[in-house]
Structures are given as structure tokens and as C-alpha cells.
């Protein structure tokens, strides 16, 4: 059992939770993930370690309330417990030797983004911060971006706050500005990933995209995250989750994030109807 010692709302629907998990704290890096379930009968469902706190051992998830699994973790408040969690999983982003880097997030992957700016101006890196959201309602995390980038462009798509427009537009800004990047790591929506490294392929800019598909053991076993990059079948959860954007068939990992919508729609609504029981 794994206590949760802070908990807040980030947006209407993204929470932030701290836990504690001092064996995951001691040897988590930006861009790993843990796979946790809420109760003893639950799913697992992997998520990215936003942040840790080796000296206090948690380990910091921020996630969008999505579907059933999501909703039962919130509901969860700070003091009671989640049943298991594993981890650190997954290979931690590569950052050494990095001078000049465009971090680009978009809606709840602005989570998995923070932390690889984090640890890069940390580390002494430029870092040039890019986030995108649908409106100023749902921006998250704008004053840890702030005192961690060098630059922070906010987009959101009809301009409620920062700029309007999309983080694409930003970063060709940018680009043909002058900035000239080592490199571009990229966390969002799939669609998102998709038109950043398109863009980032005109300028034969390094890029890489940190991919969350469907993981079920987190162990390359089950094949639920397997990616199709550079022709070769990859899993996510022992191959990632970070890859080279300009090899990833995005189009494929598209269709195939969407194949289980119909469930998870029945999920939510199950949960949803289960938590009015409960409360009425």
C-alpha cells in the first residue's frame, strides 16, 4: 500500500498526487513511468513520474480524468491509499551532452514535459519551454515551466491565454528566428507529436517524442504498446518511451490508440454511475 501524502487539482479535470514510494523515489528519472492500481481489483494503467523527492521518497503523477481507472484514483484523498505501484519502468530520457533544447508539451503531457526541462536546466542546458492548451482553464504547471526554461512560450487554441495558436506555430517561430536547437523532445497528444516532428523534419532537427500507448505488464511481455519505428515493431514500456519522431508511424499509433474507446467510454460511465451510488 502506497500512501498519498499530497493531493491537488491542477484543472477541473487534472490532478496532481504525491506518493509515497521511497524505493521508486531513490532511482527515478525524467521520463520514466510507473504502472499502478488503485485498488485490488483494479487495472493497471501506466504513469509518467512527474516529479520526486529522494529525500522525502515520493514520487509525484499528474493525470487527466478519463476514464474509470482515472476516476477511482481520484477520488482518492491525501491520507488514504493506493494498493501497488511499480516502478521506475521504462528507459529515462536521454539528456547528457545537451546545449540547446526545445521542450514542447501539449494539454496533460505538459506533466511528462516538465521534468525533462527540469532536469536539463538543472543539468545547464537552454532550455526554450513550448505549451499548448485548449484554453486557459485547463493550463497547468505555468510557474514550475517559468523558473525552469529560459524562454516559456504559452499557446493556447483560442488565445485565453499566451499566445493563440498552435505549438507548432511557436517553434517555426522560433526556428526561423535564428534559435537553432540541439535538439527537440516532444510530449503530447499523438496528433500534436505528429505535425511537431513533420515540422522539425523541414529543418533536419533532432527530435524526440515520448509515446504512451496502451501498456498493460510494463515488461515488454503482453506487446498492448508495441510502435512501429524505423519499419521494426518496438514496445514502448522496454524500447521507450522516448524515440527518434522522425521513424514513428504515427498514423498506425493513431489507429490503434483509438481501438479501445468503445470500453473505456463503458468504464467511465460505470464508475461514474458507481460513485453517485456511493454518494447518495
Given at each position: 500500500m502506497?500512501?498519498?501524502v499530497t493531493k491537488k487539482e491542477l484543472n477541473p479535470t487534472v490532478t496532481l498526487m504525491e506518493?509515497?514510494?521511497?524505493?521508486?523515489?531513490?532511482k527515478a528519472l525524467a521520463g520514466q513511468f510507473v504502472i499502478l492500481r488503485v485498488d485490488d481489483k483494479g487495472e493497471r494503467i501506466p504513469l509518467t513520474i512527474a516529479d520526486y523527492n529522494r529525500e522525502k521518497g515520493t514520487v509525484t503523477i499528474i493525470f487527466q480524468i478519463v476514464g474509470g481507472t482515472t476516476i477511482r484514483l481520484n477520488q482518492k484523498n491525501q491520507g488514504e491509499f493506493i494498493e501497488d505501484i511499480v516502478g521506475p519502468l521504462g528507459k529515462a530520457?536521454?539528456?547528457d551532452g545537451l546545449k540547446k533544447v526545445a521542450?514542447?508539451?501539449g494539454g496533460v503531457g505538459c506533466a511528462i514535459a516538465y521534468p525533462i526541462a527540469k532536469s536539463l536546466y538543472d543539468s545547464g542546458c537552454e532550455?526554450?519551454?513550448?505549451?499548448g492548451f485548449r484554453n486557459e482553464d485547463l493550463v497547468i504547471l505555468e510557474d514550475e515551466?517559468?523558473?525552469?526554461?529560459?524562454k516559456y512560450v504559452l499557446m493556447t487554441d483560442d488565445g485565453s491565454a499566451g499566445e493563440k495558436g498552435l505549438v507548432t506555430d511557436a517553434l517555426k517561430k522560433l526556428i526561423e528566428s535564428g534559435e537553432e536547437y540541439d535538439e527537440v523532445i516532444t510530449i503530447g497528444p499523438l496528433i500534436m507529436m505528429k505535425f511537431v516532428c513533420e515540422l522539425t523534419r523541414k529543418y533536419n532537427i533532432k527530435t524526440i517524442a515520448s509515446m504512451n500507448p496502451v501498456m498493460i505488464d510494463g515488461t515488454g511481455m503482453c506487446?498492448?504498446?508495441?510502435?512501429?519505428v524505423g519499419g521494426q515493431t518496438k514496445f514502448a514500456c522496454v524500447d521507450g518511451p522516448d524515440f527518434d519522431g522522425h521513424l514513428i508511424d504515427f498514423d498506425s499509433a493513431i489507429k490503434r490508440s483509438s481501438m479501445?474507446?468503445?470500453e473505456e467510454q463503458k468504464d467511465r460511465e460505470k464508475a461514474c454511475n458507481l460513485f453517485k451510488k456511493e454518494v447518495e
Open positions: 502506497f500512501e498519498i506518493i509515497k514510494a521511497p524505493l521508486i523515489a531513490k530520457t536521454e539528456l521542450v514542447v508539451g532550455v526554450h519551454s513550448i505549451v515551466f517559468k523558473e525552469k526554461s529560459h506487446g498492448g504498446c508495441r510502435l512501429t479501445y474507446r468503445d
